[in-house]
T-cell receptor, first 113, second 113 residues
C-alpha cells in the first residue's frame, strides 16, 4: 500500500516565524512531489513542486526533498495569518498509473497574529 | 483564461437517485481525475482517465462511473446514491508527461438524504 504520511496538526506558529511542514512517503520509486494549500471550504491549490534532491525556493516557500530518507518538507518563511490553511503533500505513484498522485491527509497550519 | 469548472457546486439528492456531477476543463489536458474528500480520509481517488475513451477505477470506485467522450469533460455518475456518498467531490486535470502536476476544480458538495 503506497502511503504518504503527514502530521495532522494543528501546527501553530506566530506571525513572522518559520513554519515547517513535513511529509514522508513509502514508495521509493516516486519521482515527483507536490505541496498543495487548501483553505477551508476551498479546493486544493498547487503551490510547490519538486523533482530532485535538495531545496527549491519560490518566494517565501522552500520545498526540501531527500529521496534517500523518503522525506519532503515545506518551509514557509515570515508566516502570515493568510497562510493559515491545510497543507497537503502529494507524491506520484510510480509504476502502473504513473499519472496518479497519492495525497497525505494534510497538516493544518494556524498563524497567530 | 484556461480553467477547470464543476457543476453543480451544491447538490442535495435522495437515496437511490442517479446523480451526475460535471467537470469541464479548457486546458486541453489529457489526464482527468475525480476525488472525494471526507474528514479523516483526505483525498481519495474515485476514477481517472488518461484520454478520450480511457477510464480507470481508483481506490473507491464502487457505486460510481465515468465516461470520457472528449478531452474537455469527465462526468461522474452516482448510479444509485447512498448516504455514504455524501461528500465533497473534486475534479482535477493534468497534462501528459512527467510533471504530474494536477489542478483542481472548485468542488461539488453533495448531500444524500
Amino acid at each position: 500500500q503506497k502511503e504518504v504520511e503527514q502530521n495532522s496538526g494543528p501546527l501553530s506558529v506566530p506571525e513572522g516565524a518559520i513554519a515547517s511542514l513535513n511529509c514522508t512517503y513509502s514508495d521509493r520509486g516516486s519521482q515527483s512531489f507536490f505541496w498543495y494549500r487548501q483553505y477551508s471550504g476551498k479546493s486544493p491549490e498547487l503551490i510547490m513542486s519538486i523533482y530532485s534532491n535538495g531545496d527549491k525556493e519560490d518566494g517565501r516557500f522552500t520545498a526540501q526533498l531527500n529521496k534517500a530518507s523518503q522525506y519532503v518538507s515545506l518551509l514557509i518563511r515570515d508566516s502570515q495569518p493568510s497562510d493559515s490553511a491545510t497543507y497537503l503533500c502529494a507524491v506520484n505513484h510510480y509504476g502502473g498509473s504513473q499519472g496518479n498522485l497519492i495525497f497525505g491527509k494534510g497538516t493544518k497550519l494556524s498563524v497567530k497574529p | 483564461d484556461a480553467e477547470i469548472t464543476q457543476s453543480p457546486r451544491h447538490k442535495i439528492t435522495e437515496t437511490g437517485r442517479q446523480v451526475t456531477l460535471a467537470c469541464h476543463q479548457t486546458w486541453n489536458h489529457n489526464n482527468m481525475f475525480w476525488y472525494r474528500q471526507d474528514l479523516g480520509h483526505g483525498l481519495r481517488l474515485i476514477h481517472y482517465s488518461y484520454g478520450v475513451q480511457d477510464t480507470n477505477k481508483g481506490e473507491v470506485s464502487d457505486g460510481y462511473s465515468v465516461s470520457r467522450s472528449n478531452t474537455e469533460d469527465l462526468p461522474l455518475t452516482l448510479e444509485s446514491a447512498a448516504s455514504s456518498q455524501t461528500s465533497v467531490y473534486f475534479c482535477a486535470s493534468s497534462p501528459s508527461g512527467a510533471s504530474y502536476e494536477q489542478y483542481f476544480g472548485p468542488g461539488t458538495r453533495l448531500t444524500v438524504t
